[in-house]
């Protein structure tokens, strides 16, 4: 605490405001926070949480008041649901910021910390810029105080081990409950993608 005191001291003395502080303060707030991974699926949603692993695996369902329009329940207690992420977009931005709200809450009582986490969240590819803001705007609004937002193939790809990096081709076919993703990735970005809805339920439905 002492060495802390001292560094605050010095940098107020000397006006010494670069990198160094902001870098010491960012390390200090990220030890006391926790790392929330999330998968907005269109079936069922997954949240990974840092040193522990995947802590949540709910439907993706909202349920709400037809006559208030108000959300009574989400994920596994909204089974008998009303409203949902549909075909992989974010339908509604209230539904989308409650539901993160929810399980960011739930998240955070299985190791509380004391700052706010940070939060990846995993979109569909081929989703508008307006969206992909929808989700980070979102996600800032349930409680998430750094928010990073990466295409599901490339999170799949990353997770794999695939070399997207590197100035080759990378194929990736990312099949969900509702869409599967297909994208072609070279040197850390996605050079092609294309999102179908056809997927695991799909496959499921005609099996059986």
Same mark, same amino acid.
């Given at each position: 605490m002492r060495g802390i005191l001292f560094c605050v001291k010095y940098f107020y003395k000397t006006g010494f405001y670069g990198m160094?502080? /902001? $870098?010491?303060?960012?390390n200090l707030v990220n030890k006391f926070s926790n790392d929330i991974g999330i998968d907005l699926g269109t079936a069922n949603t997954l949240v990974y949480l840092r040193g522990t692993g995947i802590v949540i695996n709910e439907p993706s369902l909202v349920a709400?008041?037809?006559?208030?329009?108000?959300i009574v329940a989400v994920g596994t207690l909204a089974k008998e649901m009303l409203g949902r /992420? $549909?075909?992989?977009?974010?339908?509604d931005f209230e539904v989308t910021e409650e539901m993160l709200t929810y399980l960011i809450t739930k998240t955070e009582k299985i190791s509380k910390k004391f700052f706010s986490p940070r939060v990846v969240i995993?979109?569909?590819s081929g989703?508008?810029?307006?969206?992909?803001?929808?989700?980070?705007d979102a996600a800032k609004s349930a409680?998430?105080?750094?928010?990073? $937002?990466?295409?599901?193939p490339m999170a799949a790809a990353i997770g794999i081990g695939l070399p997207v990096h590197e100035p080759v081709g990378n194929m990736i076919v990312d099949i969900g409950g509702g869409t599967t993703d297909i994208a072609v990735i070279s040197?850390?970005?996605?050079?092609?993608?294309k999102s179908i809805k056809v997927a695991g339920d799909r496959m499921n439905h005609d099996i059986i």
């Open positions: 160094v502080p /902001i $870098i010491m303060f960012k709400l008041n037809t006559k208030t329009n108000r /992420i $549909i075909d992989g977009v974010i339908a995993g979109i569909p989703i508008t810029s307006v969206e992909h803001r929808a989700v980070y409680g998430a105080r750094e928010v990073y $937002i990466v295409e599901e040197l850390s970005g996605i050079v092609q993608s």
